[in-house]
Structure formats: structure tokens, C-alpha cells
T-cell receptor, first 114, second 121 residues
Framework: GDSVTQMEGPVTLSEEAFLTINCTYT??????LFWYVQYPGEGLQLLLK?????DKGSNKGFEATYRKETTSFHLEKGSVQVSDSAVYFC?????????????FGKGTKLTVNP | GAGVSQSPRYKVTKRGQDVALRCDPI?????LYWYRQALGQGPEFLTY????????KSGLPNDRFSAERPEGSISTLTIQRTEQRDSAMYRC???????????????????FGEGSRLTVL
């Protein structure tokens, strides 16, 4: 079935450092890809998405490009802030067997220190 | 409120008891999802509905788990004869879904509630 694999965390960075969180996927057909973020004490919320190959999703300084050839959707940010500390989840929605369920990775916890 | 509302926020129960978790989605959202999230893990899919129809229940762990959405709005997830391994955060989400002659097309943007934390003693 469809699945998502994220890099193991936790990740600890200093403010203004460059961030990459790796995500690869396995899916039949052409899934849509997402990054969700969960801030401490809050529910998950959508950060960005891409619906077809070579699309770039972006929001709040974060970017991710849908790479079909490498089945990847890595999350990047050029300069992280303390307020970016959260857990980040890569996810996909496909159409396997007609179901439109959103499948999540295990999450990567990011801590940004001042 | 404008968001997804779940109740109760916290539930402590004894092994063998039944529990019912409620989800009130954002008004007008066609799709409603249930997920379970263990500590330090990603959300694990349980089931989802389009309107009142249960589209996929492949994630329900066993027949002690069931869900309904009888009027296409509020949903209830029921766990019968709870076991300690059922302890987790249960999250509900709703989403906009377009409906056309080709069927349903989910945007993939899910709006999550704050969750119901279940502890089974």
C-alpha cells in the first residue's frame, strides 16, 4: 500500500540555520503530496502541498518540490526561527482502490535554539 | 466555533468499558476522517466518510472499533471492551471535497481537531 518514509529525528538547529527534512514515498499512480506541521499543544495543520510532478509547494519560507523520478518531497527552509520548532509530517493522498485517505509519515521533531 | 470540535478532550476508563468519542466537523465539509496517534508517531488512519457514507474502514484495528456519521455531520467513534493497547490520542479531521459527475475529489487539506486523549487503565 501507499506509504511515506521520513528522516529520523529529532533535529536540533540554531536560529538562521538551513533546514532539510527528507521524505520519500511509495504509491501507485500519481499521489498528491503534503507537509503538515504540529506546534506544541496544537493539532496538525497543513503547511504546504504539491499535486503533480515538478510542482513546488511553499509557505512561511518553507519549500518542497515534488520529484517523481526520486519519489521524494523534501522540506527545506533557508533560515529557521525559534518559532519553527514543531513536529513536521510528510503525507500523501492517492487513489488506491478508490480510497482518498491521507497517509502520514512518522514525523520529524525540529527544535530551533536561539 | 469555526473549527473541528472533539469531545471529550480527555477520557480515562477501565479495561473492558465501552467509550464513545465525538467529532463535530467544520460546517459544510463533506469528508470526515478518524486517525489514531500514538506518542511520537504519525497519525494512523482509521476510517473516513463522505457525507454519511463510510468510504473506507480498512484502518479500524478490529471489530471492537466502529464509527458512524448518520446525518452526514457529527460522527462518533466507538470502542467496545476497551483494552490498554487502545490508549492513544484519537484525532478527527474534516475536509472540503468537490463532488462532480466523476465522483469525489478530496483536496487533501484536512482540518484537525485538538483530539481526544484516551487512557485505558
Amino acid at each position: 500500500g501507499d506509504s511515506v518514509t521520513q528522516m529520523e529525528g529529532p533535529v536540533t538547529l540554531s536560529e538562521e540555520a538551513f533546514l532539510t527534512i527528507n521524505c520519500t514515498y511509495t504509491a501507485t499512480g500519481y499521489p498528491s503530496l503534503f507537509w503538515y506541521v504540529q506546534y506544541p499543544g496544537e493539532g496538525l495543520q497543513l503547511l504546504l502541498k504539491a499535486t503533480k510532478a515538478d510542482d513546488k509547494g511553499s509557505n512561511k519560507g518553507f519549500e518542497a518540490t515534488y520529484r517523481k523520478e526520486t519519489t521524494s518531497f523534501h522540506l527545506e527552509k533557508g533560515s529557521v526561527q525559534v518559532s519553527d520548532s514543531a513536529v513536521y509530517f510528510c503525507a500523501l493522498i492517492g487513489a488506491q482502490g478508490g480510497s482518498e485517505k491521507l497517509v502520514f509519515g512518522k514525523g520529524t521533531k525540529l527544535t530551533v535554539n536561539p | 466555533g469555526a473549527g473541528v470540535s472533539q469531545s471529550p478532550r480527555y477520557k480515562v476508563t477501565k479495561r473492558g468499558q465501552d467509550v464513545a468519542l465525538r467529532c463535530d466537523p467544520i460546517s459544510g465539509h463533506v469528508s470526515l476522517y478518524w486517525y489514531r496517534q500514538a506518542l511520537g508517531q504519525g497519525p494512523e488512519f482509521l476510517t473516513y466518510f463522505n457525507y454519511e457514507a463510510q468510504q473506507d474502514k480498512s484502518g479500524l484495528p478490529n471489530d471492537r472499533f466502529s464509527a458512524e456519521r448518520p446525518e452526514g455531520s457529527i460522527s462518533t467513534l466507538t470502542i467496545q471492551r476497551t483494552e490498554q493497547r487502545d490508549s492513544a490520542m484519537y484525532r478527527c479531521a474534516s475536509s472540503l471535497t468537490t463532488v462532480s459527475i466523476f465522483g469525489f475529489a478530496n483536496t487533501g487539506e484536512l482540518f484537525f481537531g485538538e483530539g481526544s486523549r484516551l487512557t485505558v487503565l
